[in-house]
């Protein structure tokens, strides 16, 4: 499994990481593969020329096609759908096109549903009629549906039309604008016949917008190629942190304006990280990192970097304690429950 780092950020920011990592000269590049979204993230020709200055030739780079912001109202379908198929024909320097979709929010009707569905597949064929042959062949479609019938619907259109890697984006949504994905039980039952399907067919998964790092184990074990994640750097906008195979905690001790941010002390940080077998630069001085917020995402991304890699060694090789932790963890007992 592969873990796909968002990098859609503010110009300044992706300096302020970037300086960072060079300042330690220790050889650390967390940005193997990275997926950024052309619009509106890469509106402002300054912000291309460093992305590509940094990224192209060092990672592996995915466009997404954006339809979160369509979700949130920054942008209509149809200006994306034409946008979008000009910054792909002008920019050949991704490795994977995420093609456009319709996402349906958890507070729609089943008939609403439904119409995001069909035309999620209708859009994918056009535009992908519409693009470079090059283009296509890197490109990805995204499987919408709250019913295994639409999943099913979607993975046949897209099998049909030669796609052998798909990917997953129905999760139910929570949050003020409906932004933050979460995994219920009907979508860990839809990603599982998913799975199912691409184990029968012969194609591959990709598991769009993750929330949380605690779903990484269920993911592994449910065999998805790879995910993508902004959580490392969202949540140290609350001065939060994350360890391997643990929830995120709080470092800051400011006002806490996520669920779940209890805060840790110095001395609670440093018996997890010896629980967990997490070293890394940004952390080493707990204080320096209860106040600086681009160590803390640099952190976050090193730890789930760290906890893919400790899952592709093997499931048999975690010690006792992390197999513990994940057979206790939320996900775990989803799956026991639905089985």
Known sequence: MRFVASATLKRSDLFGLFERIERLEAGIHPFSEIILTPLPGLAERPTVNFVREHFVGHSRIWFDSGGYFVQQGEITYEDLYRRLKVWYDQNRWADVYVLPDYVPSSDLSAQEVEDRVHATIAVTRLFSADIAP??????????????????????????????????????????????????????????????????????????????????????????VASFDSSCWIRTAGYGNVLLPFLGRRNVSHGMLREIGGVAYSAEEFAQLKELTGHTCPFCESFEHLQRDRLDQALHNLIVIRDTVDALNRGMELLSVSIQEIIRRSRYARMRTGIR
Do not use: W
Not at 137 to 142: C, D, L, R, T
Not at 182 to 191: E, H, K, P, Q, V
């Open 134 to 223: 090059d283009i296509r062949q890197q490109a990805i479609p995204v499987v919408q549906g709250h019913t295994r019938e639409q999943i099913r619907t979607c993975v046949e259109a897209y099998l049909d039309m030669g796609y052998r890697t798909v990917g997953f984006g129905s999760f139910d949504t929570t949050g003020a604008g409906k932004d933050i994905n979460m995994l219920t039980y009907r979508a860990l039952r839809n990603l599982e016949f998913l799975q199912d399907l691409a184990a029968r067919f012969g194609f591959q998964t990709h598991a769009f917008g993750i929330g949380t790092p605690a779903l990484i184990p269920t993911l592994h074990q449910l065999e």
